[in-house]
């Protein structure tokens, strides 16, 4: 089993930058491909970016390209989300998921396929 916990969530004004960290536990995830997600009120959640199991592909949503870069590091368990340029329709709660699949050579680009999921960490981008 893979927990997941979210932070670096926060109050940010626009323009501004945020680096969100998605821990794990429980056992490693360098075999498992991930993703980062959010969800704003009264929307449906939404897949932000992806990456794979060693990292050396990476995936991003149109609304974020160019300014938001998923990365992890295999050794310390964690998967990262570095935003920039920040705008308020990035608002919104961030989750991280985990893929059950191990070595998984497909990377799932959107929000099913994911097993395992963080309880999410708010983002809140003021104008």
């Known amino acids: 089993q893979i927990q997941l916990v979210e932070s670096g969530g926060g109050l940010v004004q626009a323009g501004g930058s945020l680096r969100l960290s998605c821990a794990a536990s429980?056992?490693?995830?360098?075999?498992?491909?991930m993703g980062w997600f959010r969800q704003a009120p009264g929307k449906e959640r939404e897949w932000v970016a992806a990456?794979?199991?060693?990292?050396?592909?990476?995936y991003h949503a149109d609304s974020v390209k160019g300014r938001f870069t998923i990365s992890r590091d295999n050794a310390k368990n964690t998967v990262y989300l570095q935003m920039n340029s920040l705008k308020p329709e990035d608002t919104a709660v961030y989750y991280c998921?985990?893929?059950?699949?191990?070595?998984?050579?497909?990377?799932?680009?959107?929000?099913?396929?994911?097993?395992?999921w963080g309880q999410g960490t708010q983002v809140t981008v003021s104008s």
């Open positions: 998921a985990a893929d059950r699949r191990q070595y998984y050579t497909g990377v799932n680009l959107g929000v099913h396929g994911y097993d395992y």
């Open positions: 429980g056992r490693t995830i360098s075999a498992n491909n």
């Open positions: 990456i794979n199991w060693s990292g050396d592909s990476t």
